[in-house]
């Protein structure tokens, strides 16, 4: 057996959306049809198990070209290594994030309307996955060993979720930016935690 193509798919926002991501092909069979195919294939696939699903979510990682505009809206963007530094002042310092538990997410999430504005379009983005803020989701992010933080659990302006990275070698420099200190403090809270 030869594999040319393959593709991931699961079902979220309480079976209204597929989403679809890893859609791979083989160089030599590129430019040949493989990929609608196996993208067609697949939506009728999860829409004869799920008739509900009404939306189909492609998360891709590659450069977008006219032709795809025309087809997808665009949700978020990666904007690499681009960012605003924030500079250095004489305010207080803001306090360490918190880590919340799954009974703090689920009351941060879902039960008070906090999240609304920091999330953008209300939507969790996980590992570039889209999910709309239900219980549903929740359950499904639940499942994954995930660390959630926020700066501030009664007024949150910055929330995060990171599965912890992978090892790299000791002598790697890691560079990011972050928009903020609060921001910073998150993003450093969660590699201390995963033990860089």
Known sequence: MVIIALESACVIDDGETMLVEGLRVAPQERGKGVAGVLLRFCSELIKSKYP??????LTRDDQLGPKDFEKY?????????QGVRSSVSTRQAPPPP????????????????????????ATIIQDWQ?????????AILLKKDIDWMVDDVC?????SLCTFPF??????????????????????????????
């Open 73 to 81: 809206r665009i949700i978020t963007k990666n904007h690499g290594k």
């Open 52 to 57: 509900d699903v009404k939306v189909s979510r």
């Open 130 to 138: 889209p999910f709309k803020l239900l219980p549903s989701n929740l």
């Open 155 to 159: 007024s949150p302006t910055v929330a």
């Open 167 to 196: 090892k790299v070698q000791e002598d790697t420099v890691l560079q990011f930016s972050a928009v903020d200190d609060h921001t910073c403090r998150i993003v450093t809270a969660h590699l201390e935690r995963s033990h860089w």
């Open 98 to 121: 918190v880590r919340l538990d799954q009974t703090a997410i689920h009351q941060l999430y879902l039960s008070t309307e906090l999240m609304q504005r920091v999330l953008p379009n």
